[in-house]
């Protein structure tokens, strides 16, 4: 089998030169050779580290019938839906790693993709085999949740930040030089990346149709040594989370920072790695862990892919769902989530300020579970509290009242508790 890859970066000239390097292995695996015939590049004067033929010239590859597998490593959106759309019209196999791309024209990909085959493992939680987990391993199972650590760079700056109490914008410049963070860090940091994977994710598990616009997505930006401080104090940690649950007949998606249970395994994922919880109702609870990013890690799970495809040579469902979801499933709306809240808030230190935010908050039907005061200066204290699992709805209304009532001296922050 030939397979033409468009795009390659680093993770494509793994893709290559793994090919190249365990071709023994590969064979012996797939029942047949596969060769990385040919590699599609922008600039073509740029060096490489590859020794398969490079041109600038997509249209000469997609043409080429001697190619049988598609590779897209390019990122994007719409160019490269464009460029998959044209692979699968003239019958090619395609693997994929761009979670973007997927997050947005998931369901059209696979309408398009019929019985060719369309694989993506590589686009979520990169060497971690979490799609074929929960599109084939789990297929006995109704899922009841998933919770996962998918983005490197934000689990790489909150350990460092837990652990070594290193300031917000000291480890976004290091994660920066590392390389763990782009010059524009905000697609990680502000939980765009990971809700592209959690998405992923929740097609597969539940057949929900949903846009990054459609769901709660908030970042790790606003976090504070005396959101730490707190999370210590009563056994928590802080990871950004992704979250899929199923209630009822409605299922939640959102992607944000949350206190976690140190005893939790998932609250032992640290630094770059990546970290996902499935809970089955027949299985309970599996974990899979490793490199989220890197390229020989995400390129193994995409000669995976085309090591399946060498093997099956037709394509199964692309999201899992040979029929329609006869539960018929809809999106829960972000204000009907329900949970924990720690809120913070910055006050002056004088009377009656406590007893105006307690007043507020009871009349929204929230309640305090724990409480903690410490002062800033002469004048002003941080007041740190979490609630009693209250109405999303509830607790935004009351921080907008909050605020307009002048009981505090800066934008309150909360941060969700999951148990």
């Known amino acids: 089998m030939k397979v033409g890859i468009i795009g390659v970066g680093t993770v494509g000239a793994s893709v290559a ?45 997609l043409n080429d019938d001697s190619i049988d597998i598609i590779v897209e490593l390019m990122g994007g959106i719409e160019k490269p839906y464009e460029i998959v759309k044209k692979a699968l019209a003239k019958g090619k196999a395609v693997v994929t790693a761009n979670k973007a791309l ?14 060719t085959p369309f694989e993506y493992e590589a686009a979520v939680a990169g060497g971690i085999p979490i799609i074929n987990a929960l599109r084939d391993g789990l297929t006995a199972n109704h899922i009841q949740s998933i919770r996962g650590i998918m983005n490197g760079t934000c689990n790489y700056m909150l350990t460092k930040m837990i652990n070594e109490g290193v300031d917000y914008d000291t480890i976004l410049s290091e994660s920066q030089e590392l390389g763990y963070a782009e010059a524009d860090p905000t697609f990680d940091v502000g939980g765009f990346d990971a809700a592209h994977k959690l998405l ?26 005396e959101d730490i401080d707190f999370a210590n104090e009563f056994n928590y940690t802080i990871k950004l989370l992704t979250i899929a649950k199923k209630i009822d007949k409605k299922v939640e998606l959102r ?29 309970g609870e599996t974990m899979y862990y ?11 799970a995409v000669i995976a892919n085309i090591v399946d495809i060498a093997r099956r040579g037709k394509g199964s469902p692309m999201l899992g769902f040979e029929l329609d979801n006869s539960e018929d499933l809809t999106l829960m709306s972000k204000d009907e989530i329900q949970t924990k809240y720690y809120l913070r808030f910055r006050v002056e230190d004088k009377a009656g300020v406590l007893a105006k935010i307690a007043t507020i908050l009871g009349e ?12 800033l200066n002469k004048t002003c204290a941080n007041l740190l509290l979490a609630t009693h699992t209250s109405l999303e709805k509830d607790v935004v209304d009351a921080l907008k009242k909050i605020e307009q009532a002048g009981a505090v001296t800066a934008k309150p922050v909360m941060i969700r508790i999951e148990d």
């Open 17 to 61: 030169n793994i090919l190249r390097d365990n071709k023994d292995i590969i064979t012996e695996r797939s029942g047949c050779e596969i060769e990385p015939a040919i590699g599609v590049v922008s600039n073509l004067n740029k060096k490489r580290d590859v020794t398969i033929e490079l041109t600038d010239d997509i249209d000469a590859v």
């Open 102 to 115: 997927l997050a947005y024209h998931r369901y059209e990909l696979q309408d398009l993709a019929g019985d």
């Open 200 to 225: 992923i994710l929740g097609s597969i598990a539940y057949d929900i149709d949903a846009k990054p616009e459609d769901i709660l997505i908030e970042g790790i930006q606003d976090i504070a040594p």
């Open 255 to 283: 992607v944000h920072p949350a206190f976690i249970s140190k005893d939790e395994m998932i609250a032992k994922v640290d630094g770059v790695m990546n970290g996902v919880s499935v809970i089955g109702d027949k299985v």
């Open 290 to 300: 490793g490199a989220g990013a890197g390229g020989d890690a995400t390129a193994s």
């Open 364 to 375: 929204q039907n929230i309640s305090i579970e724990k409480m903690i005061q410490k002062p």
